[in-house]
């Protein structure tokens, strides 16, 4: 009977994990569409400002542009924006991005490159930090939702670097969103900025579905339409000024859309694991009600044998 009641509480246990992990499940989706909503939110200032950029580079033609984002120094030091998560119980998302950060900065250091860590997230910032790496700067403790603000203050930041020639690139680590179940981390050059990264492309829209009470994702490609300014459009201020003023808006804009991505791929991943969590647990609850049926039962012929037995002796 012993062994009956050590079942029965462990069958409770694992209901309650299943409980705990499918509300982690749930609060991830609706994060995932807050997080879809906000991108909607912003698209009209990134579409804008394309739109801008656009006709000011139709207006220069970036011929003898010389401002200070574009200028091309030689590499002697480099800083790294690495895009982590404040918490775990996501898969291998930390363990991923920090890994391609480590890889990264092991080859930089083979090519006689110097480099110095920005880091987003607690994550990346303890792992780092127990390693005695070079950190210029950590964030942590940002809204799960990223917003403009805190991409402004990180933008700041890389930009001070970036000016003052503390460094000569900027390079970012984050986790590119592809599904649900997959993501995975890339690295994308954010300063010194250059021409053909101004151009106008398409953008992709991910959008959480629910079908037949299981959770998808559906894809939209979305073309940022751009009109021309009209041919006598008038500048107040010289176009090479404008663009000197829209860059860091543009810089601060990659960054949230970058923010963005690694936040769905964090909540996505966190929905993959508290699912596979409540699976196993699922399993785990029919392989402990088997073992208890066939305890029980087994207890219950012991007894029977026993009655009988007592009534034979009599």
Do not use: H, W
């Not at 998302?93 to 092991?106: C, L, M, Q, S």
């Not at 990346?124 to 940002?142: C, H, M, N, S, W």
């Not at 106008?200 to 009470?213: A, H, N, P, W």
């Not at 699922?282 to 007592?310: C, F, H, P, W």
């Amino acid at each position: 009977m012993a062994n009956l009641k050590a079942i029965r509480d462990r069958i409770a246990s694992v209901k309650n994990t299943k409980k705990i992990t499918e509300a982690m499940r749930l609060v991830a989706a609706a994060k995932v569409r807050r997080a879809q909503e906000q991108v909607n939110a912003t698209r009209p200032f990134a579409d804008n400002l394309a739109q801008v950029l656009y006709n000011v580079q139709g207006k220069l033609k970036f011929e003898d542009v010389d401002l200070p984002l574009f200028r091309q120094r030689e590499v002697k030091k480099v800083a790294l924006l690495v895009v982590s998560g404040d918490r775990g119980l996501c898969g291998g998302y930390n363990t991923n991005v920090i890994r391609r950060a480590e890889i990264r900065a092991k080859e930089l250091e083979a090519q006689g490159v110097k480099y110095t860590f920005v880091l987003i997230g607690r994550k990346a910032t303890q792992y780092f930090q127990r390693r005695e790496a070079p950190i210029d700067k950590t964030f942590v403790g940002l809204e799960q939702i990223p917003t403009a603000s805190e991409a402004s203050d990180i933008g700041d930041e890389l930009l001070s670097l970036f000016l003052s020639e503390e460094v000569d690139k900027v390079e970012l680590i984050y986790t590119k969103f592809v599904s649900l179940i997959a993501s995975k981390p890339v690295i994308q050059t954010l300063l010194p900025l250059t021409t053909q990264g101004l151009e106008v492309q398409d953008d992709e829209i991910f959008r959480l579905t629910t079908k037949g009470g299981d959770f998808g994702v559906e894809r939209e490609t979305v073309t940022t339409e751009v009109s021309e300014f009209p041919q006598d459009t008038i500048f107040e201020q010289d176009p090479v000024q404008i663009l000197d003023a829209l860059l860091p808006l543009y810089l601060n804009n990659q960054i949230l859309r970058s923010l963005q991505e690694a936040a769905a791929s964090e909540l996505a991943a966190r929905m993959t694991a508290m699912n596979n969590a409540s699976e196993n647990a699922s399993d785990l609850m029919g392989t402990l009600t088997l073992s208890y049926n066939k305890a029980r039962q087994a207890a219950i012929t012991q007894e029977l044998s026993e009655v009988v037995a007592g009534a034979n002796a009599l």
